[in-house]
């Protein structure tokens, strides 16, 4: 065992049996390589990446390999979910070096963590025009032996360049409609009307996009802007890269048709994607968007809750096809024999007619990924539902993907939002119980006296990395979320707490966030990125969660702070629409007030009170603050002096400074708030 024995991450775990003497990224490493005057191989990937797991076997469990790195290098394994930091500067570097990135992400630093030569995935033997890892390994070795001026000096200049490449912010002004109805244009034109999504291969779940086109559809009524909403996701609900059997998601499609998924299943796609489907059907009623919002929550706490009542990161792509070898996708896709065996020969029949399964099969060697592709005629619900749960029951069977179970701040932050708005619209206690699980774990082992926050855990300890923008803000939305779900005040008040740790460590006087608090490790460049990947950037969703701590507190100076966020999504909204989805969604909310819905009534299981708190829920007003409590409870400050009305619940609805008359008739209330 190496010295990655003792880590909570589940990835560098799986490297703790390799030959390789792996260090995991800390000050100690850097000294070694220092006093051994060698350069440092620092190797990021992460659980359930399959390139990662090929570059493992291939390399990193190689006796002669592992020896001459054990020589030669000194050896850094980082966990890019653990370290968003690391991996987003080197990453940065990484990209402007070749063009391209990706995991695993293989760069070669000098002891003073400054990089010198970067690539992704090398091969053991030369493949395609690639070099072999051996041959960049001896490269490096020679170049460090007998170059070292020139190698020193290219790493000085990279970080340099690195260092200067500070985010040019002018934060005057906000989005306005102009820019807003910009960003729906540039979407319309990337948009693929045959196949939903935006783009080409590989296509990625634009879960914060469909998040903005639902909310300016509520706020303009803008037909076109629903239609793409409601196509995307009823197009990636039919597809391959959702499980037909067991709900959730893969973390995205290999092929624009959305037919054949990169198989791991991801926490913060499956959270972010429950919460859009939704809000997919509040806004329309979708039967779809219904089903898929509920078998995606019950996918996240069937298979992803920890003991701990938090959930896990992720599946796998990866698991055993039966013989013992890894394969990706084994564990999900089907043959036309093994429907047969699993449902005899008319059921398998009207199961690969249904699911799509054919004799070339859409994957590889004759298999097929289940999908719900358009066809004519109408199938027997009841024997289409007794397919599907035998089919279920023998896929269990099956050697199931690994797990990675260390719980990750901002992802469960996603989870807590999602769950308890599916639980509270869908009337599932369940779900709600679920995320109030989730908001305590975060609290008692994520949060420290001084409302810090450390960015994982597992099996109910504590990881020692610091959390990063993106987990204050993401936690600060689901505490949020179920403030206005549970009515209780606890959770506002821990949001507040999280957001002014925003406002202190993380904010620059202009406006400007960092991914990486003020007094956290400094790395070659303090990270700052605006923009969206597979989740909503720290930025985007920091301004959201201030934005609606705002609305539900009255604080000027959080919604200050927010606008001022909210600067950059004025200059990239236009340009860059795709990016900064969250930006955009939450500046919807911004030019819509919010909303503030204050519902009181006489005790919280008062049916009447019920009815106009679900009510409030579902209105699309975009990014409203609902509150729910009894008068002069003090529990919520949007409650203080909202009385009841002729002894009847009602509620109370405001919006830039102005409130309109108390309704106790759900259906006015409705109407208030429909946009």
């Not at 969604?585 to 005790?603: F, K, M, N, S």
């Amino acid at each position: 065992m190496n010295r990655l024995a003792h880590e909570t991450s589940p990835y560098l775990l799986q490297h703790a049996g390799n030959p390789v003497d792996w260090w995991p990224w800390s000050a100690e490493a850097f000294e070694e390589a220092r006093r051994r005057n060698v350069p440092v191989l620092l190797s990021v990937g992460y659980s359930s990446c399959h390139w990662c797991h090929v570059m493992a076997h291939e390399s990193f469990e190689d006796e002669a390999t592992a020896g001459f790195l054990n020589e030669q290098f000194v050896s850094v394994k980082v966990d890019r979910e653990e370290r968003p930091d690391v991996d987003a500067v080197y990453m940065e570097a990484v990209q402007a070096a070749t063009g391209q990135g990706g995991w695993p992400m293989t760069v070669f630093l000098t002891p003073d963590a400054e990089p010198f030569y970067f690539g992704t995935y090398f091969p053991p033997a030369p493949r395609h025009g690639m070099p072999s890892f051996r041959q960049i390994l001896e490269g490096v070795r020679t170049a460090w032996a007998e170059r070292r001026e020139e190698v020193t000096e290219v790493a000085g200049k990279i970080a340099r360049d690195l260092a200067g490449r500070e985010l040019a912010f002018d934060g005057t002004g906000t989005p306005g409609e102009e820019e807003l109805a910009q960003a729906l244009l540039g979407l319309t034109r990337e948009y693929d009307p045959q196949r939903g999504g935006f783009g080409g291969a590989p296509k990625f779940p634009p879960s914060m996009v469909i998040e903005f086109l639902l909310r300016h559809h509520a706020r303009t009524g803008s037909e076109g802007a629903l239609q793409m909403a409601r196509d995307t996701a009823e197009r990636m609900a039919r597809g391959g890269i959702y499980d037909q059997l067991g709900g959730g998601f893969a973390r995205y499609s290999v092929d624009r048709d959305w037919v054949v998924p990169h198989f791991e299943k991801m926490l913060y796609d499956n959270a972010l994607l429950c919460r859009v489907y939704a809000h997919l059907w509040r806004t329309t009623g979708s039967e779809l968007a219904r089903r898929v919002a509920l078998e995606t929550a019950d996918f996240m706490v069937r298979e992803l809750r920890t003991g701990e009542g938090g959930f896990a990161s992720a599946l796998d792509a990866d698991s055993d096809d039966g013989s013992g070898r890894q394969v990706e996708g084994a564990h999900y896709v089907w043959t036309p024999a093994q429907l047969a065996e699993a449902l005899g020969p008319e059921d398998a029949e009207l199961a690969a007619q249904y699911f799509g399964v054919t004799e070339e099969g859409t994957f590889e060697h004759g298999s097929s990924v289940l999908q719900l592709p358009q066809q004519e005629g109408v199938f027997d619900a009841q024997r289409i539902e007794s397919i599907r749960r035998r089919l279920l029951e023998r896929r269990a069977e099956r050697p199931a993907p690994g797990r990675d179970d260390k719980v990750v701040a901002a992802w469960n932050g996603f989870a807590v939002a999602a769950l308890a708005e599916t639980g509270a619209y869908f009337d599932r206690p369940d779900l709600v119980e679920a995320a109030l699980s989730a908001a305590d774990l975060l609290v008692r082992l994520h949060l420290d006296e001084h409302a810090r926050l450390v960015r994982t855990s597992r099996d109910g300890r504590a990881g020692a990395h610091a959390g990063v923008l993106e987990d204050y803000a993401d936690v600060a939305e689901g505490f949020l979320a179920l403030a206005s779900v549970t009515g209780e005040g606890v959770w506002l008040e821990f949001a507040g707490l999280l957001l002014d740790q925003v406002l202190t460590r993380f904010s620059d006087d202009d406006g400007a966030l960092y991914d990486t608090a003020v007094d956290a490790e400094q790395l070659l460049r303090r990270p700052q990125d605006p923009t969206d990947n597979a989740t909503p950037s720290g930025w985007t969703a920091a301004a959201g969660a201030l934005l609606s701590y705002a609305a539900g507190t009255g604080s000027a100076r959080h919604r200050e702070a927010a606008e001022g966020a909210l600067g950059v999504v004025k200059a990239l909204g236009p340009r860059a629409p795709r990016f900064i989805g969250w930006g955009l969604a939450v500046a919807e909310a911004l030019l819509d007030g919010p909303r503030e819905v204050a519902v009181v009534g006489p005790a919280p299981d008062d049916p009447a009170t019920r009815d106009l708190h679900r009510t409030a829920l579902l209105g699309t007003a975009p990014g409203a603050v609902v509150a729910v409590g009894t008068p002069g409870s003090g529990e919520l400050p949007l409650l203080a002096d909202r009385e009841l009305v002729d002894g009847a619940p009602a509620a109370y609805v405001c919006r830039h400074f102005t409130c309109d008359a108390p309704t106790t008739d759900p259906e006015r209330l409705r109407r208030e708030l429909s946009g």
